[in-house]
């Protein structure tokens, strides 16, 4: 079991909406059950991809000239990213599939990215909200603690009081 998630998830959601709103990415994230991750390496290294553990992350390069920014990286679903995260990641059943690919919710995956909450996950909010994926109605339907981050972009969609702060 697994679910794709990251910036392949949010192309694959803004594409319902709109092909032309779509961004790439170079990398591959997924969620992963820690229980089913030994069965993951096995299945991963039949392939031929090679399993790392760098920088506190574990993940599969595709082949011996593969870098980093290119890898398949793993997220454990029902845990914590970081130790302050708000709330944990969500199940891997909290997926349907999109393009041929179980991929997260649309709302789990709205969560993960308030969770998270860097640049490029704002950015990858913003493009939700841009295609009309979620809107101000999301603030019910996300954790409380989340709510305020959802809300700040609502207030600034186009992130230009972040921008003013940084050119200060």
């Known amino acids: 079991p697994y679910a794709i998630i990251g910036g392949n998830a949010v192309r694959a959601w803004v594409a319902q909406a ?3 709103a779509v961004r790439t990415t170079r990398d591959v994230d997924i969620l992963l059950r820690r229980s089913d991750f030994p069965a993951a390496i096995v299945a ?5 991809f090679s399993y790392r553990h760098v ?3 574990d993940m599969f390069l595709d082949g011996p000239d593969s ?3 290119d890898a398949v990286h793993v997220i454990f679903s029902g845990e914590r ?3 302050d995260d708000p709330i944990p990641t969500p199940d891997v059943t909290d997926s349907i599939p999109v393009d ?3 991929t997260l919710s649309l709302e789990a995956l709205v969560r993960m ?3 998270s909450f860097r640049d490029k996950d704002r950015m990858h909010l913003r ?3 841009d295609v009309e994926l979620i809107d101000e109605t999301w603030l019910d339907r996300v954790p409380p603690v989340l709510a305020p981050r959802l809300q700040q972009l609502l207030d600034d969609p186009e992130g230009l009081a972040a921008n003013l702060i940084a050119s200060a």
Not at 44 to 48: A, D, F, S
């Open 67 to 69: 870098k980093v920014r």
């Open 100 to 102: 041929q690919y179980k």
């Open 127 to 129: 493009d939700m909200l």
């Open 44 to 48: 991963m290294e039949k392939e031929g």
């Open 55 to 57: 920088r506190g992350i």
């Open 81 to 83: 990213v970081t130790p």
């Open 113 to 115: 990215k308030l969770v």
């Open 18 to 20: 709109d092909e032309a």
